[in-house]
């Protein structure tokens, strides 16, 4: 048998301790996508990988993302959370590229695979094929059962909780709109942002209805066709319509799976999308942005069809004039031109809708991400630099609000009210730009976070939360007491306690009891080793309730005989 994977001690690890391979996910298989922050194709195989610890929830299947920053602005690791919003998978930073030698990787993204041993089974290129993946998990658990080496317990993932980077805006009817992934809805907001109207129930899916039925994954642009509010929603893949005046949602294009269609031409649900991260109206059409597609794609309202306008759908010309789109982040329309913002190239180019053909008018941006286009005007959000940038046509962009004004990582634009407004995911704030001359503005938060549902809090996935550090006296029987939710069950009941020790060289002795409640608690004995520091993996657990733990510790001399936990 080949030697188990040791993962490099360099690597940072966001929002829980160090993960150690073996012992913490012995008995699992780990899935570890390698990724940056900059590449679109990236963070499409860290939602596979998300999406397949999803569907294997209560079986020990563990997803690892390992960013690769490449570039000084990928070293953020607040941006790397925000990307990672919410998704059940452990985190971790690969800063000094030790793990990509250690797996003499040549590109990424990248997929790799460990049995229940921690051995590589599988190591690829680029963006996985979901049922594949599925496939080639299921395969190694089901070896793992046969040779009885699966986990006792399985690990649970404890999502980042950060506010999304996903944000888009849309001015009508004398209301701002904003699309939202942190809440998984469309909201209408006043002048002030103040919220008057909310379509989506909170829960992250595709679901159609009512405002209040309806759930989004990801809804990142808008734009008003008619009576209708058009919503591209990255996260299922789908463009979705909202009827304003009583709110009814429905799907109008998407299968609500990632596409390979490069083409198009069928209608309504039967046509796949591919990533469609911006939106703009021209001609009576909608113009969709599919980023990972590299096109653009027209859609007909009437007859609800989609097919591919510009773009090879490659990232390189084959011909001479070949016109190439590399992930187009935002667009705009404006008479005969469209106006297309390419994110990884860093570039804003023009296509001249009168001979189809499309030259650079801008270069050197770091990572532009929504575009504006205002009475002769274009304004650029630059996402990284951070700063927002206006011109007029024929001259060069030049800085009109930027981190000096406070900006973190500005993502969407829109004018209205005579104002024009930004939204900083960085900040989680609105900021409405009153006078473009010296820049007065107003900073408003957009929305109380801590009413929003998780993205995996409604799917059948148990999640962990990450406790303080707790101090614990080394060569003892430790008394750890973990608080029943008061409406579970009665005092009096049965629970199940587990405790797995996660840390190299182990800590503690794993624990497994099944104890009563008393008092609104229950006690188990931890016998604990040696000075160290590393983590527990706990599980409470009963008919009425699960509650997992990430629990950082520290074995001193001094550490305490009795901790309590909840």
């Known amino acids: 048998m080949s030697a188990p994977l040791v993962l490099p001690s360099s690597l940072q690890w966001l929002g829980r301790p160090p993960l150690w391979l073996d012992p913490g996910c012995r008995g699992h298989v780990t899935a570890l996508v390698l990724w940056r922050l900059g590449c679109g194709h990236g963070f499409e195989a860290v939602a596979d990988v998300a999406r397949a610890v999803v569907e294997f929830a209560g079986r020990p299947v563990v997803g690892l993302a390992v960013h690769v920053p490449c570039l000084p602005a990928e070293r953020d690791p607040a941006r790397v959370v925000r990307a990672l919003h919410e998704l059940p998978l452990a985190a ?41 993946l599925a496939e080639a998990i299921t395969v190694l658990l089901d070896e793992a059962e046969h040779r009885g080496e699966l986990a006792a317990m399985a690990w649970a993932p404890a999502p980042l909780r950060a506010p999304s980077g996903w944000r888009g805006l849309c001015a009508h009817d004398g209301q701002l709109w904003l699309a939202d992934a942190n809440t998984h809805r469309v909201h209408a907001l006043d002048r002030q942002a103040r919220v008057v109207r909310t379509i989506g129930s909170g829960r992250a899916g595709r679901d159609d209805g009512t405002a209040g039925e309806a759930s989004f994954q990801q809804p990142v642009a808008m734009v008003v066709q008619d009576d209708v509010l058009l ?38 649900r039967d046509q796949g999308l591919c990533t469609p991260v911006a939106l703009c109206r021209h001609d009576g059409a909608v113009v969709i942005a599919q980023q990972q ?144 001359g010296n820049l007065t503005g107003q900073w408003m938060p957009v929305l109380d976070l801590s009413a929003a549902a998780a993205v995996v809090g409604k799917a059948p996935l148990e999640l962990a939360t990450v406790l303080p550090r707790l101090r614990l006296r080394e060569h003892s029987d430790v008394a750890l007491r973990l608080r029943v939710p008061a409406g579970a069950a009665a005092y009096g009941g049965r629970w199940s306690v587990d405790v797995e020790d996660e840390a190299e060289p182990r800590l503690a002795v794993p624990c497994r009891r099944v104890v009563m409640a008393s008092g609104g608690m229950v006690e188990v004995l931890l016998a604990v080793g040696e000075v160290g520091v590393g983590a527990l993996r706990v599980r409470l657990g009963s008919d009425a309730a699960v509650l997992r733990y990430v629990v950082p510790i520290e074995v001193a001399v001094d550490g305490e005989l009795g901790v309590e936990l909840g």
């Open 92 to 132: 971790v930073i690969d800063a000094e590229h030790a793990l990509v030698r250690q797996l003499a990787l040549m590109a990424l993204p990248a997929l790799v695979l460990l049995d229940a041993h921690g051995v590589v089974r599988f190591q690829g290129i680029g963006v996985p094929h979901p049922r594949r």
């Open 231 to 268: 919503v591209a929603d990255v996260g299922s893949h789908t463009l979705r319509a909202i009827e304003l005046p009583g709110g009814l949602v429905s799907t109008w294009c998407g299968t609500g799976r990632r596409s390979t269609d490069r083409t198009g031409g069928a209608y309504g």
């Open 293 to 436: 597609a590299h096109q653009l794609w027209q859609f007909d309202p009437m007859t609800r069809a989609a097919a591919a306008w510009f773009g090879t759908g490659e990232r390189q010309a084959r011909a001479e004039h070949e016109l190439v789109l590399e992930t187009p982040a935002a667009i705009a329309a404006d008479g005969e031109t469209i106006w297309v913002a390419e994110a990884e190239r860093g570039i804003v180019r023009t296509i001249d809708l009168g001979h189809g053909q499309g030259r650079v008018v801008w270069d050197g941006l770091q990572r532009p991400v929504a575009i504006l286009r205002h009475e002769g005007r274009t304004f650029v959000a630059d996402a990284w630099q951070p700063a927002v940038l206006v011109a007029r046509d024929g001259e060069p962009l030049r800085p009109l609000v930027t981190a000096a004004n406070g900006l973190v990582e500005p993502v969407a634009l829109a004018w209205f009210a005579g104002r024009l407004w930004i939204a900083d995911a960085g900040r989680n704030e609105l900021l409405a730009v009153e006078e473009l």
